[in-house]
């Protein structure tokens, strides 16, 4: 690593850095009111009348995971306003950037992995088996829409379920990767979690060097290389060329769009918006704040995200849908 007083930064550091500047903006992208909201009453009758329609794809995000415990990001208390968000430019060049990522998972990721899908979950899957939908895209990684029995849901931004080797391709499950990671590091997370140690409500942690210099970090089962990364799609990393195929498929064979708990801040989710507006398609958001696409949308829908999908699944099952 190149000390304070290099005059010239490396090209590695110069590309780190423009992808951090360029995450920071990302999250920046929190944007203020640009439209009215529909009226309640009025975005209710829609979002019910276009499920009835069927074939609806849903996009969610962040939102929708919140009553699980999972914190928005962006939120003014999200973590990656409190540290600087990871770069993949960062964690594929920087063995130091991947130690101490795992060092911090491996303490503080409990929270995650305790998390447990809540009842908007269950109500979109519950739509899905009802022959509603035409898909089901996420931007969450958190696994909480499979685990409330929904199906063939593609995950826009990777999985946290799966670690996978930057070098050779393998991939690991989460599990039994996390046995390796006990067993490498015997005592260390009792070791860190004394009085002083800040878990915050995400699960992360802020350990102190020391520990994070004796942390053992693990090797890839099949080349042996330490670029192992989880299966989640980082800031300065692009969605997966599959990923998007799907996405692509199931967009073109659904007759409109409905996005819940996200403000689409993301390219990667606006774009539905945009695809969607392209094709002349119906367009609903229904979202706690303000968002991107909210000058582009039919009906926007500015309420809790639960006791809505409440209501709009109470007005469903009443008409027999
Ligand atoms: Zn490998």
Known sequence: MPSRSDPQPRFEDTRISAAHRAALRSLDRVVGETAAPTPPGEALASTVDQLSSGEVLVLTGAGISTDSGIPDYRGDHG???????????????????????????????????????????RIVASWQQRGLLAGIVTQNVDG?????????????????????????????????????LEAANPGFRESVMSEHLVVNADGDVNLDQADVDRFVILHCLNCGSDRLKPSVVYFGENVAAETRERTRDLASHSRSLLVLGSSLAVMSGYRFVLDAEKAGKRTTVINGGPGRADTKVGVLWRTPLTPALEEVDAALRRAGV
Do not use: I
């Open 144 to 180: 909480l829409h499979s685990a409330a029995g929904a199906t063939d849901v593609v995950a826009l931004h990777g999985d946290m379920s799966w670690v996978d080797c930057l070098a050779c391709g393998h991939r690991e499950a989460r599990t039994d990767f996390e046995v390796r």
């Open 79 to 121: 973590s990656l306003r409190r540290s600087r968000p990871m770069t993949f430019q960062e964690f594929a060049a920087s063995p130091e950037a991947r130690k101490r990522y795992w060092a911090r998972g491996f303490v503080g990721a409990t929270r995650m992995r305790q998390a447990e899908p809540n009842l908007s979950h």
